[in-house]
């Protein structure tokens, strides 16, 4: 969750995702002062570790385009018998 370099620690993005991620915060003194630094950029802390704001812009593209890709393919099948999916149960995770 943190980078050590030259005595000073930053914050990695927990998930890299995004082609603009900056791979880590700003490096500071302490990992207090690192974890403050991604708090005030408005990082977002998943329960596993903090996601930039680039990679969060990312993965909500990309869910919006999962979305509606799934709502045409509905539209265009609606004579199947199949069950509707529930899109926000089961949507995994990005690693």
Sequence with gaps: MFVKKDNQVSVECHTKDSP???????????EDDAQEWVEDECWIFSGEGWIC??????????LANV??????????????DEPEVDLVVGIPTVL
Excluded: I, S
Aim: hydrophobic fraction near 10%; charged fraction near 45%.
């Design 53 to 62: 704001p680039d990679c969060n812009t990312h993965f909500m593209r990309n």
């Design 20 to 30: 603009e991620c900056p791979q880590h915060g700003e490096f500071c003194e302490t």
């Design 67 to 80: 979305r509606r890709d799934m709502e045409q393919d509905k539209n265009k099948d609606d004579d199947d």
